[in-house]
């Protein structure tokens, strides 16, 4: 069975970039843990609460075949979170999936994992992107060998249609 972790920020995450890549993998046999900065109950923007199993800083690489960064306002969080940059890249390195969207792609940005790759992020965070050396293209998601981004709440289905296929 494939795995995959979900990075969330504690509150103010976005609930569908949650909730709709959740379900879909999970309905297509793919085992989810949700990570945070706390272990329990986090909030979404809107009205969920989720339970985050692990702490980010945490994560074990070779546990996992994929991580995915969800977006909303929160995920700057992890913005400048050197520990979970270094995950990130650890897990790029292994050839697993590295995946984020709305806002956080500007997380992988700052990992400097999008140099060179063609990547899309909420329009608020194309600056960061640019500024970190990725090929910004305003798409809905965006792939580029096994790195998915997507652009924000309306793509999540989208986008966790095509992080199923490559993961």
Same mark, same amino acid.
């Not at 913005?79 to 984020?100: L, M, N, P, W």
């Not at 806002?103 to 329009?123: D, E, R, W």
């Given at each position: 069975?494939?795995?995959?972790?979900?990075?969330? #920020?504690?509150?103010? %995450?976005? $609930? !569908?970039?949650?909730?709709?890549?959740?379900?879909?993998?999970?309905?297509? @046999?793919?085992? +989810?843990?949700?990570?945070?900065?706390?272990?329990?109950?986090?909030?979404?923007?809107?009205?969920?609460?989720?339970?985050?199993?692990?702490?980010?800083?945490?994560?074990?690489?070779?546990?996992?075949?994929?991580?995915?960064?969800?977006?909303?306002?929160? #995920?700057?969080?992890? %913005?400048? $979170? !050197?520990?979970?940059?270094?995950?990130?890249?650890?897990?790029y390195?292994? @050839?697993?999936? +590295?995946?984020?969207?709305c806002?956080?792609?500007?997380?992988?940005?700052?990992?400097?994992?999008?140099?060179?790759?063609?990547?899309?992020?909420?329009?608020?965070?194309?600056?960061?992107?640019?500024?970190?050396?990725?090929?910004?293209?305003?798409?809905?998601?965006?792939v580029?060998?096994?790195?998915?981004?997507?652009?924000?709440?309306?793509?999540?289905?989208?986008?966790?249609?095509?992080?199923?296929?490559?993961?």
């Amino acid at each position: 069975m494939k795995k995959i972790v979900f990075v969330v #920020a504690p509150e103010v %995450f976005r $609930d !569908e970039e949650y909730i709709e890549p959740k379900t879909i993998l999970e309905d297509a @046999g793919i085992e +989810v843990t949700t990570a945070s900065t706390v272990i329990g109950e986090i909030y979404g923007k809107i009205k969920i609460k989720a339970q985050s199993q692990m702490l980010a800083k945490d994560i074990k690489v070779d546990e996992f075949d994929g991580i995915f960064f969800v977006g909303g306002g929160g #995920a700057a969080v992890y %913005f400048e $979170d !050197e520990t979970v940059h270094d995950i990130a890249r650890q897990f790029y390195a292994k @050839g697993k999936v +590295v995946s984020a969207i709305c806002i956080a792609p500007v997380i992988l940005a700052n990992a400097g994992l999008l140099q060179n790759k063609k990547a899309t992020v909420f329009p608020d965070g194309a600056d960061a992107l640019l500024q970190n050396g990725a090929i910004y293209t305003g798409n809905s998601v965006e792939v580029d060998g096994k790195i998915v981004t997507g652009n924000g709440p309306q793509a999540a289905t989208e986008f966790a249609e095509t992080l199923l296929k490559v993961i």
